[in-house]
């Protein structure tokens, strides 16, 4: 069996590592931080930490919102989601995270894109 991202990244210490320091990036961005205005950050956190978990392979079941159900109502376009792209892989490669695994990280990001903004 080959080792999922989750592992190669280095498991949940790199999740939450990288989500804290994604989180401060993002409320430092003004094109999207007030989409976050009114959001409990220690919550979101947690969700985000969860959500990327499950989407790299971690061993555990995702019980949140799916993205679509999420970001309803949000009126995010592609400038807001490559924003939010830009400042995780920035993220990434401040935590000297590989090129090979941040374009893996990406891929999945993609995934997303359609029901974040709403298409």
């Not at 159900?69 to 830009?86: C, I, K, Q, R, Y």
């Amino acid at each position: 069996m080959s080792e999922s991202l989750f592992d190669k990244i280095g498991g949940m210490d790199a999740v939450n590592a990288a989500v804290d320091i994604f989180y401060t990036k993002v409320l430092a961005d003004e094109s999207i931080n007030y989409f976050f205005k009114d959001t409990d950050m220690m919550a979101q956190a947690g969700k985000q930490k969860a959500f990327l978990a499950f989407a790299f392979g971690a061993p555990m079941a995702y019980t949140g919102k799916n993205m679509r159900d999420a970001h309803t109502g949000m009126n995010l376009t592609e400038d807001h989601f490559n924003a939010v792209a830009g400042h995780l892989v920035s993220t990434l490669q401040e935590l000297n995270v590989k090129q090979e695994l941040i374009d893996e990280v990406v891929a999945v990001a993609l995934t997303t894109k359609d029901d974040v903004i709403g298409h």
